[in-house]
């Protein structure tokens, strides 16, 4: 299985006066995701389905995604992608969805990098709308087969 771990694109609003949930990507956020998503969809991306924090900048970003990719009708939220995911989660939506070949997961930092480290043993830094590929052996070990910035992908 690949598993796709991705941080939701730029939504730094220090002044937004609403609930955290509710905070969406920038204007900036919106064109990087764009553009990143648009670079991946040149990779050949073994992906099923895509599953998102019920926050909405992750919901956007998804998305976003799921629009390059030709993905809307395999796209949800899902809850334990919200802040706080870690192992414990994954293993709970391994288990709700072990049977596609490719799974995208859209999340918030630090979650997706600790995540990722604990995974595949290597230490790594998401920025908005970093993605990291993992593959999941059926022994459970998982190998990272690639880290691409938002800005990386836009390039490609």
Known sequence: MHLY????????????PGNDAERPLTS??????????????KRDLKLDLILHSPYLRAAQ???????????TGAMRGHHLLQPGFNLKALKHVLKEHGKVKGLML?????DMSEVVTELAGESVRFKEGTVACVKLKDSGKAKLLWL?????????
């Not at 859209?106 to 630090?110: E, S, T």
């Open 5 to 16: 771990f991705v941080r939701h694109g730029l939504a730094n609003w220090p002044s937004w």
């Open 106 to 110: 859209v999340g918030h930092a630090p």
């Open 28 to 41: 900036d956020g919106l064109r990087r995701m764009e553009a990143a998503a648009r670079g991946l969809a």
């Open 148 to 156: 691409a910035t938002a800005e990386e992908l836009a390039e490609e």
């Open 61 to 71: 970003t998804a998305d976003i995604i799921a629009q390059q990719l030709a993905l």
